[in-house]
């Protein structure tokens, strides 16, 4: 299909295999070109122009393969030729193609626009009714929802216009669809070229304005009750329509207009009518949307229901003894339609009953109950319609004897009946209407079951068509209903159900029955009849006789009975008036007559246009029509006529086979001299007209004697095999025939198909059950189904088959009419299950299944006890709570599975304590159990009982032994205990005993008493455990105690030593006697302290009253007596003086004598003695501060501020005041302050000061850098000085910004300084500004430490905490130095910091999640992190040193997983190394410099160690770990990692955890210490040096499992070498927590204490061993999830990244190499010993005076500056540089074809081959060798260097090293050295060896450059550790200058900002060996004496080409 819409083929196929000739795809083609000038084109009768496109469907045109039909068809109006629905000559069988005649063409196109319309018309129903035919060709067709009505003709025209839109046409337009729930599509179109705002022009409107519908008021819920439709002419969503409904809560409405019910209809309370409003709004916009609104009317009607009881089933009971008319029950029915009429009981037994009619009580009416103790029966209600339920009741008689009755009530119950359908017969045939909603009930059916209680309950199922309907149990019927609407026109004739009626009884004793039944299908008259055409044509000769047939119309009717009954009729069509009456109808069978004669001026001018309508019989009655053109020709011209019938079969049976010839037709075309005849077999709408092909013809041989001479025939035959009476019993055919003038004559031929036995019956499977000991019994009846509809086909035979066994033959019988029977009583205990195969048929088929019956237990065995598998005796504790079993086992031997039993306990259960459960004869505890007295629960022995309820019962003995338990507490003998002890007695004294005893233990055993305290009772006494001693703990101070000499304590006790119960805490009261072992002290004023004012004069000055007090008791105190001590200094007797107030009260006072100054003394510690009235003395002291007054001068002063400011983010904030010299303390009140007119201008804007207070604020955005800021202090009046003192002073405070970034907090160390404050660690000294503070000594040392200068030292966060401060502190140079590498550090120098400073360290690295015992977490996951507070900065102030950090907050968070979610945008430092981010749909990808050797964020893989080492982050601390470590070796042994401690243990808590891993002669080695025990695993390798090995560590809260893939290469034949897995080490306690506070090293380890010393110190059980460091390459780290990047390393040595880095080349030599280079040598020495002679011969020396002065210049040294700086030029230092070969080192010319050091500046390195590649000084043979220099003619290089080296000795200068430059030119270069050494001396202080170090003129550059000793000497390995990091870079652009090298003071800053910071994102480095003074490193430089020294240099933040011509 897709390949006809895009092309335009010469003769389309169209549907229903009609082709287009050329003529008429020519007229296609212009139909749709005439679509493309966007008219709406219609294709009317006739015309494409027809008026009645602005019709509601003039949408029909070629807009979908749907509407084909109709547009074809209608192409040319009266013309059959393209018509799909009338087979044309121009498409017979023997391709002729005659043509139509002009005058009918004429007369066609002459039709009026109401002819037009009215034929359009006719085709959209046309179109409608075949809307199946359609669908096969059609690939997209919404689907109908049930309920939905049809498509309408409009809706289907509106489909979408691309199937057959010309492609240009397609590409110019869009078109959009909207399909609303039920599958209507609204389209609009839209032009791309010119989009507009389509405004909401049009309002909604519905197709009526009320809607109208009638309902049953049973509907299920959800069920579609009518459909609205409004229309909406906008376009886009102004079209669109939603809608609503007035009452929400009873009805909804779907986008389609479909209402639905949700709640059930209720007729009583509407009145039979709800009044809906139905609102229809387009979608436009809010403010322009437009509604409509239409009324529905939904009529209910009411629905007879039956009553309902509100019970599924009652239960009532009477005594034994009742009396007739005694109340019994009552049942109570409902009927909601309010009809209720009666109650009835039904039932053999229900003749002792009676029920009253109106009100349901049921009451005695016969009390003769004969020993029958239950009574089942029914009670119907039934209402005045005589709809009637019934509910079954059971009355239960009350025995005197229970037992018995019980007994008799179970032999009553057992199943011993099956259901039965007493109406199973009249079932048959039940009809249900089609185009019904799902839930429409079919019919109730009933069985009954004769069994009582659930043997007797009825429950109801389907065995087949579940998807069809449903059947409910309700009130014992079953509800049969249907689950989906049912359309009798599409197969839904009839169904077979078979129901199953089914017992409660237990699955495997239910009994069952079955009932099979037809449903059928009842039609509704919801099909109009459609004729075989839509327009019939016939030519009727002028001569044709009056009376005498013209032509046949036919129709069928899709619908059954009287509904597809057709009769027939003619009306005008707009015709001639008067053409009626030319003709007639039979109204029976459709054949048209012509009852007027014709004249013959009629022929070929008139045609008579008549309308045949069929309308069928149905209520109420359907119709349609169609168009009749009658044409009248000359006589002659008379259609053909049929001249025999002749049928080939005498029956035409349903399994007939294809070509069956059926009849044969003859027929004579009627024209003389054309004989030519053609047959045509129109096919219907239905299968009864040859829908679908069964029936074909073929035409017979001309001379074929089965047809007369002149005649023609054909045969029709049967063309595919697909009869079946069941379906359709007989097929009326329409044969056409025409001649070659075209007149036809249709011929209706009826062919009845006759039935044969064609389906075999169907049996379904049962599986039912029978009682056993019953003589013959009824099992089933058998039902099976059989669809033929003859009923000689449907008799049928039953039988067991032959083959079954000998025991069913014998004990089952099956009767003809299916009734299955034992013929014998069955034993279930012989034989509990029979297969019973069963054989039926309808005497030509057969089929078989096969019936399980099983035999059903009868209780006639009576039970036993089990004494071997029973538990029959048992000891149990006392403590056994109640409800508890016992652990007896009644096991009990019973054959039948029909038992009641009964356990009952008859003896021996004294007091009750026992009980058995009767049903289950479990024994548990009744009661509590107490051994002790007085109860003596000991020994039990009781007899059970065991009855099944029909037999004799069995009985047993059983034995319970209780046991004693510790149950009781124990008790101290005395609640209250009194001692008393002296004061001051000697320590740990006795005082006395308590004692408890055990109530369980009898009082001679031995009690087993634990005795102890509880805290804080431990703090002062103790208790002897086994004793009860009581001893005080220490000395005891009756002062000391808060009550004076009275202490409670309470002792406590455990029975059963410890493990047992707790006593009640006894009560101890101690009385300590007071001695007089205290002297008086000053109780009043409080804390000793006092105030007095200075300057005032005494006179005016309170006293002080001073009031003593004696800690003593009473007898020991006051009176007390005050005086000044004896050695009260003279300056304080000669100030105050102390006088007696009140001796009784002890009550004293203070005077001062004399002014006193503040200035001078400000606090007093005034001694006293005290003594109490016996004579006990001894000192106090009173403090007395003197009060502060502004009485003091002012002078300037300097205070410094240090503000760290988080990303420039802090607000304005008060950063610290100003200071100024001022001997006064409180007198900022009597001071102004404001900025003064000297503060730098670039200063003035950032700050603002407090003109009352001096508050310093910073405003937010203040730069980075060093500020100045002068504030001018003025002083006012003072209060007590009567006059102004005008004094100003100016304060000038240094302020330092730093910006920190995320990265400066995040890469930060931490420690914890004991003993000191925040605030003490920043106070100067002596007042002084800078340098004498703890903070500014701690910044030098740990600048000292990382060899940096301690500007770059930030020490930003200082937090205190108990017992000291928390300091947090970075470290750059660029860039930030590592957390591991300065914690590292830290620990490794914090023993000689804290001897250096005088200050205690007890921890570094503040993270609580390496402490398991401390950590946050529990012993679990954890993660620390770091939380700035951005708000709210950490400020702390001295008097002269104020210091504003941040506030950092430690979070910690249990898991392992991400901190924080993937970011969504990319950000600076995402990607490391380099690498640059990209969004790729949401997803950041890191584009790195290569794929190989990156990660995802471009982390590092690889690393190569020459014997080196390297520092990283160290793991997290994570449970269920793991860790990859994949690496190759050159060498057999070798460190790999370590992870642990690398001092000696510093402090207690220090995590003893490690992790080692070494490779030790080709065996992989991994020591593991946990915290609980030290693992050691090890695995052999593979002895290779050319393969990776992938090492895999993981651990759980068990096991720690080691893994190496294939370790073993080719040899591993198994996984038991390369895999080891061990339990987590430890004894008791096991952690899988590894908890290391130390850097990771990889490669080795840094110089540190030895492993054994470290194994002594952690007490590791395990002693690692020594192992040299690792050469080879580690290609990959990751621990968990974490890719390590091997980059991010700041300490290290011997690393190379990544692990292709160039390598040191290594030649080896053999012995014969080394005597053959020793020979070569000599030889070549004695060779250039002779060359040399013989040109010393011939060579004279040649003197040049005029080099004297280059010489002096260059080589020689002066004092003077600018001595030499414009160099001769003649003289170049080139020839210094000459080999022995000619050729020049190190020509700038020449130095870009190789290499140029990074450490310069960082610029971009030059390869000979390739660029941004590493040099490798081993490929000598890429090298290119140097130029020749040119020397002058006969000038000998070595004569003339000794020469002028001579002559320089004899001078006495000073002595420069000229190593690090070339020469100076004509022009003064940057790198000029001269001006370095101005001033220069050899007066200077330092020492120098010139040899090999810096002159005193390059001073400077030596305190900045002088190389200290790489290693430190304290190492334990024979590897040193270096002092500063190496890093090269890797990849840098030329554009980006790499970073200031290492050391802050090698440059000079250009800005304050800049400070030595780091600046921007840090350089891409990588580690490289040891190099001195950069964190940049060198290339191939360090320790390898056999390289060349590359030297460093010191102008590296210059340009690159502004160096060059002084840089080597």
């Not at 003192?1285 to 931490?1310: C, F, Q, Y």
């Not at 040399?1732 to 020689?1756: F, M």
Request: overall charge negative; charged content about 25%.
């Amino acid at each position: 299909m897709r390949e006809s819409r895009r092309t335009w083929p010469l003769a389309a196929k169209m549907p229903g295999g009609i082709g287009l000739s050329l003529l008429e795809c020519l007229v296609v083609f212009f139909i749709v070109v005439s679509q493309d000038s966007r008219t709406s084109t219609v294709f009317a009768a006739s015309s494409v122009d027809s008026p009645s496109s602005s019709s509601s469907t003039s949408s029909a045109s070629f807009s979908s393969p749907q509407a084909w039909p109709l547009s074809f068809s209608s192409l040319t109006d009266s013309s059959s030729l393209l018509s799909p629905l009338s087979p044309s000559p121009l498409h017979s069988h023997d391709d002729h193609h005659p043509h139509q005649q002009p005058e009918q063409q004429t007369q066609q196109g002459e039709q009026t626009e109401e002819e037009q319309q009215k034929q359009q018309e006719k085709h959209s129903q046309s179109l409608t009714l075949h809307h199946e035919r359609l669908e096969k060709w059609q690939p997209e067709r919404p689907s109908q929802q049930p309920g939905q009505p049809s498509q309408l003709p409009e809706q289907q025209s509106q489909l979408p216009e691309q199937h057959l839109q010309h492609p240009h046409e397609r590409r110019s337009r869009h078109q959009h669809h909207f399909r609303d729930q039920n599958g209507h599509k609204v389209r609009h179109h839209r032009e791309i070229r010119t989009k507009r705002q389509l405004s909401n022009r049009h309002q909604p409107k519905f197709s009526h304005t009320e809607y109208h519908r009638t309902i049953k008021e049973n509907i299920p819920l959800h069920t579609s009750i009518l459909q609205v439709h409004a229309s909406d002419n906008d376009l886009d969503h102004n079209g669109l329509i939603r809608y609503s409904v007035s009452d929400p809560e009873h009805f909804e409405i779907d986008d389609g207009g479909i209402i639905y019910n949700i709640k059930p209809l209720d007729y009583e309370h509407t009145n039979g009518r709800y009044v809906l409003s139905v609102t229809a709004e387009d979608q436009g916009s809010p403010t322009e949307r437009r509604r409509a609104v239409a009324k529905a009317y939904i009529d209910v009607l009411n629905t007879p229901e039956p009553p309902v009881f509100d019970s599924d089933q009652y239960y009532f009971s009477v005594t034994e003894y009742a009396k007739v008319g005694t109340y019994v029950g009552t049942v109570v029915a409902r009927d909601y339609d309010g009809d209720f009429s009666h109650y009835e009981l039904e039932g053999f037994e229900s003749s002792h009953f009676v029920v009253d009619r109106s009100t349901g009580i049921i009451s005695l009416a016969d009390n003769a109950f004969n020993n029958t103790w239950a009574f089942d029966f029914r009670a119907w209600a039934v209402d005045g319609s005589d709809h009637r339920t019934h509910v079954p009741v059971r009355v239960n008689i009350m025995a005197s004897r229970p037992m018995f009755a019980r007994l008799v009530w179970a032999e009553s119950d057992e199943n011993t009946h099956t259901p039965n359908f007493p109406d199973c017969a009249l079932y048959d045939g039940v009809q249900v209407e089609e185009e019904e909603s799902a839930g429409k009930s079919v019919i109730v059916v009933v069985a009954y079951d004769e069994d009582h209680g659930d043997n007797g309950i009825v429950k109801y199922s389907l065995l087949q068509h579940t998807d069809t309907f449903t059947i409910e149990t309700n009130s014992g019927q079953g509800h049969v209903k249907t689950t989906r609407t049912l359309d009798r026109d599409d197969k839904d004739k009839d169904f077979f159900l078979t129901v199953i009626a089914k017992d409660s009884a237990p699955a495997d004793a239910a009994l069952q029955e079955t009932c099979s039944f037809r449903v059928i299908v009842a039609d509704i008259n919801d099909n109009a009849p459609v004729f075989d055409q839509q327009k019939y044509e016939q030519n009727i000769a002028t001569d044709h006789p009056k009376n005498n047939p013209v032509l046949r119309v036919t129709a069928t009717d899709l619908d059954d009975m009287d509904n597809s009954v057709i009769d027939y009729s003619l009306e005008e069509s707009g015709g001639t008036p008067g053409d009626l009456d030319y003709f007639s109808i039979t109204p029976s069978n459709g054949i048209i007559t012509l009852v007027k004669d014709l004249s013959a001026d009629m022929a070929g001018k008139k045609t008579f246009k008549l309308t045949a309508r069929a309308t069928d019989k149905g209520v109420p009655p359907l119709s349609s029509t169609s168009t009749v053109l009658i044409n009248v020709v000359e006589s002659g011209n008379l259609p053909p006529s049929i001249i025999s019938k002749t049928p080939i079969q005498d029956k035409l049976y349903e399994d007939a086979t294809e070509n069956t010839d059926v009849v044969i037709v003859c027929a004579k075309s009627n024209i003389e001299d054309k004989p030519e005849v053609y047959f045509y077999l129109i096919n219907g709408n239905t299968r009864d007209t040859n829908e679908d092909g069964t029936f074909a013809i073929r035409n017979l041989n001309p001379a074929d004697p089965q047809c007369p001479p002149g005649s023609k025939g054909t045969m029709v035959y049967l063309d595919l095999r697909n009869l079946d009476y069941e379906a359709v019993t007989a097929y009326k055919l329409v044969l056409q025939v025409a001649n070659d003038m075209n007149a036809r004559k249709n011929e209706q031929i009826i062919v009845n198909i006759t039935d044969v036995n064609d389906n075999p019956p169907v049996l379904q499977p049962f599986d039912g059950s029978v009682l056993e000991n019953n003589d013959k019994t009824l099992i089933t009846t058998i039902k099976a189904l059989d669809k033929d509809v003859s009923p000689e086909f449907r008799t049928l035979t039953y039988r067991i088959v032959d083959d079954a066994s000998q025991s069913v033959k014998t004990k089952f019988e099956l009767r003809n009419n299916g009734q299955l029977w034992t013929k014998e009583a069955l034993d279930r205990e012989t034989e509990n299950q029979y297969r019973v195969p069963i054989n039926v048929t309808d005497g030509l088929h057969w089929r078989s299944t096969t019936y399980w019956i099983t035999v059903q237990d009868v209780n006639d065995v009576a039970p036993r006890f089990n004494l071997d598998e029973g538990i029959y005796e048992v000891r149990l504790p006392e403590s056994r709570g109640v409800d508890k079993p016992t652990g007896l086992v009644l096991y009990v031997d019973d054959p039948d599975v029909v038992n009641y039993f009964d356990y009952q306990i008859v003896s021996g259960n004294e007091a009750g304590k026992f009980k058995i459960d009767s049903l289950t004869g479990d024994i548990k505890v009744n009661k509590e159990l107490d051994y002790d007295e007085p109860n003596n629960d000991r020994n039990f022995t009781m007899k059970i009982r065991l009855s099944d309820g029909a037999n004799f019962p069995a009985e047993i003995d059983v034995v319970i032994s209780v046991e004693n338990e510790n149950d009781l507490q124990p008790k101290f003998l005395q609640h209250n205990y009194t001692f008393s002890v002296k004061e001051n007695e000697p320590c740990d004294f006795y005082f006395g005993d308590v004692s408890a005893v055990d109530p369980d233990l009898p009082a001679d055993q031995n009690q087993r008493i634990f005795y102890y305290l509880f805290d804080p009772d431990r703090n002062n006494f103790t208790i002897g455990e086994k004793n009860g001693q009581l001893k005080t703990k220490g000395c005891l101070d009756r002062e000391a105690t808060t009550t004076r000499g009275m202490m409670i304590f309470y002792p406590r006790a455990m029975d059963d030593d410890g493990k047992g119960h707790d006593a009640e805490p006894a009560n101890v009261y101690l009385t300590i006697i007071d001695e007089n072992d205290n002297h008086p002290y000053i109780q009043s004023p409080d804390q000793s302290y006092a105030k007095i004012m200075e300057n005032m004069p005494p006179e005016n000055v309170k006293p002080i009253a001073i009031q003593l007090d004696d800690a003593d008791s009473e007898e020991n105190g006051c009176p007390c007596t005050l005086e000044f001590a004896s050695f009260t200094s003279s300056d304080i007797m000669q100030k105050f003086s102390v006088s007696l107030v009140d001796a009784a009260s002890s009550l004293y006072e203070l005077r001062p004598l004399k002014e006193l100054d503040r200035e001078k003394v400000k606090f007093y510690q005034i001694p006293f003695n005290t003594i109490d009235k016996k004579g006990v003395s001894g000192t106090r002291y009173l403090t007395l501060e003197v009060g502060d007054q502004n009485d003091s001068p002012m002078t300037d002063g300097t205070s410094t501020i240090q503000v760290y400011n988080y990303q420039g983010q802090f607000p304005a904030m008060v950063i610290g005041t100003v200071y100024v010299t001022d001997e006064d303390d409180h007198d900022i009140g009597d001071k102004y302050f404001d900025i003064d007119a000297t503060t730098p201008p670039e200063t003035e804007p950032y700050f603002t000061v407090d003109h009352d207070s001096g508050s310093i604020t910073m405003k937010k955005g203040t730069p980075e850098g060093d500020h100045t800021l002068r504030v001018k202090v003025r002083g006012v009046s003072s209060v007590f000085l009567d006059k102004f003192r005008n004094e100003t002073a100016i304060g000038e405070v240094l302020i330092k910004v730093v910006d920190l970034t995320e990265e400066a907090v995040k890469h930060s160390g931490s420690f914890r300084l004991a003993n000191y404050t925040a605030l003490q660690l920043i106070t100067q000294k002596d007042l002084a500004s800078t340098g004498t503070s703890m903070y500014d000594r701690l910044r030098q040392k740990i600048g000292e430490m990382h060899l940096i200068d301690s500007t770059n030292v930030d020490i930003f966060g200082l937090r205190d905490v108990e017992g000291g401060v928390d300091v947090r502190y970075n470290c750059h140079s660029s860039p930030y130095y590592t957390s591991a590498r300065l914690d590292g550090l830290m620990m490794s120098h914090r023993k000689s910091i804290m001897d250096s400073l005088g200050i205690k360290i007890p921890m570094v690295d503040i993270n609580m999640c390496l402490y398991e015992n401390l950590s946050p977490c529990n012993k679990s996951s954890c993660q620390h992190s770091l939380r700035p507070n951005l708000t709210h900065p950490l400020l702390l102030s001295s008097e002269t040193s104020t210091v504003v950090g941040i506030d950092i907050s430690d979070d910690y968070t249990c898991s392992c997983g991400p901190l924080e979610p993937l970011p969504s945008v990319c950000y600076e430092g995402f990607c490391m190394n380099g690498g640059s981010c990209d969004d790729s749909n949401g997803t950041l990808v890191c584009h790195c410099p290569d794929n190989d050797n990156y990660g995802p964020r471009c982390e590092l893989y690889s690393a190569r160690f020459e014997r080196g080492y390297s520092w990283y982050e160290p793991f997290t601390v994570c449970d269920n770990s793991s860790i990859l470590l994949s690496f190759e070796t050159r060498e057999p042994s070798g460190i790999l990692m370590y992870a642990g401690p690398t001092v000696a243990r510093p402090w207690t808590d220090y995590p003893r955890d490690f992790i080692y891993i070494v490779i030790n002669n080709w065996r992989l080695e991994t020591y593991v210490d946990f915290g609980t025990g030290t693992a050691v695993i090890t695995i052999p390798l593979e002895t290779n040096t050319d393969r990776a090995f992938d090492y895999r560590i993981w651990w759980d809260d068990k096991t720690i499992t080691f893994d190496v893939k294939n370790c073993l290469g080719n040899k591993t034949t198994e996984t038991l070498d390369c895999r080891k897995v061990i339990y987590l080490p430890g004894d008791k306690i096991t952690s899988n927590l590894l908890n290391v506070q130390a850097p990771l090293q990889l490669g080795g380890v840094a110089a540190m204490i030895s492993f054994a010393g470290l194994s002594a110190s952690y007490g590791w059980s395990k002693t690692p061993p020594t192992i040299e460091p690792f050469y080879g390459c580690i290609l990959e780290l990751r621990y968990n999830d974490y890719l390590y990047d091997l980059n991010s390393t700041d300490y290290g040595k011997h690393t190379f990244m990544p692990c292709d880095a160039p390598v040191t080349a290594t030649i080896v030599l053999g012995e014969q190499s080394i005597i053959i280079i020793v020979v070569s040598l000599l030889c070549l020495l004695l060779l250039v010993l002779l060359i040399l002679c013989l040109a010393r011969r011939r060579q004279k020396s040649i003197s040049y005076p005029d080099l004297d002065g280059i010489v002096k210049e260059t080589i020689g040294g002066t004092d003077l500056e600018g001595f030499g700086e414009k160099d001769m030029t003649q003289y170049d230092l080139k020839l210094l540089r000459v080999g022995p070969n000619g050729h020049l080192f190190s020509d700038p010319s020449t130095q870009a074809e190789f290499y140029e050091n990074p450490a310069v500046d960082g610029s971009e390195m030059h390869l000979c081959e390739e660029e941004r590649r590493l040099p490798d000084v081993a490929e000598d043979a890429r090298q290119q060798r140097a130029p020749l220099a040119q020397m002058p003619e006969g000038l000998s290089i070595g004569d003339f260097i000794d020469d002028n080296i001579k002559k320089v000795d004899k001078e006495i200068t000073d002595f420069d090293d000229v190593r690090h430059y070339c020469f100076e030119g004509d022009e003064m270069s940057i790198a000029s050295l001269s001006s370095i050494g101005s001033g220069g001396s050899s007066d200077s202080e330092s020492v120098f060896d010139y040899r090999n170090d810096w002159g005193h003129r390059f001073e400077k550059l030596s305190k900045i450059y002088r190389r200290e000793s790489d290693e430190e000497e304290d190492s334990e390995y024979d590897f040193k550790i270096p002092r500063q990091p190496k890093r090269y870079s890797l990849h840098s652009s030329p554009e980006k200058k790499s970073s200031p090298t290492g050391n802050p003071a090698s440059s000079e800053p250009s800005t304050k900002k800049s400070s030595g910071r780091p600046s921007g994102s840090p350089t891409v480095t990588f580690a490289e060996p040891e190099t001195q003074g950069s964190r940049e490193g060198l290339l191939q430089g360090g320790d390898d004496p056999e390289r060349p020294h590359e030297a460093v240099n010191p102008i590296g933040n210059y340009n690159l080409d502004e160096a060059a011509e002084s840089w080597c």
